[in-house]
Each structure stands twice: as structure tokens, then as C-alpha cells.
């Protein structure tokens, strides 16, 4: 079912918990998901869930408590 097909979604904190969880199901239903996470190992087991599932990412490594690094 690709009713996101085209779109884009932002998911932060996608490396575990709700986020990895929203990211996958999103990137199911057909949306480019572009996912943030302070840990670049979670956020490559995330990617691997969603093109497991058919689905595209892309990923950014970054704390967004982080001022200086947006």
C-alpha cells in the first residue's frame, strides 16, 4: 500500500522506541523517510528494517540538542 508515495517524511529520534517504529511503518506505506538519531549504528538497523520492508531512507547522524550541529 503506497498511499505515501512521493512524500517525504522527517522521523527524529528513529534509531529506537516510537521513532524507529513510526520510521518503518511510514516508509511501508511508501514515503521516503529521512531519519535523525544521535547513533549512527541504530540508525543503520533502522534503515535495514525499512528497505527490508521495500522502503527508502536517508539517514543524518545528529543530536538536535545540539545547536552548533543544525
Excluded at 26 to 37: C, E, K, N, R, S
Aim: charged share 20%; proline share 1%; glycine share 16%.
Amino acid at each position: 500500500m503506497a498511499v505515501l508515495a512521493g512524500k517525504i517524511a522527517l522521523v527524529t529520534g528513529a534509531s529506537r522506541g516510537l521513532g524507529r517504529a513510526a520510521a518503518i511503518e511510514l516508509a511501508g506505506f511508501g514515503a521516503h523517510v529521512v531519519i535523525t538519531a544521535r547513533s549512527q549504528g541504530g540508525l543503520e538497523e533502522t534503515d535495514d528494517a525499512i528497505r527490508a520492508r521495500g522502503g527508502e531512507a536517508t539517514l543524518l547522524p545528529l543530536d538536535l540538542h545540539d545547536g552548533a550541529a543544525l
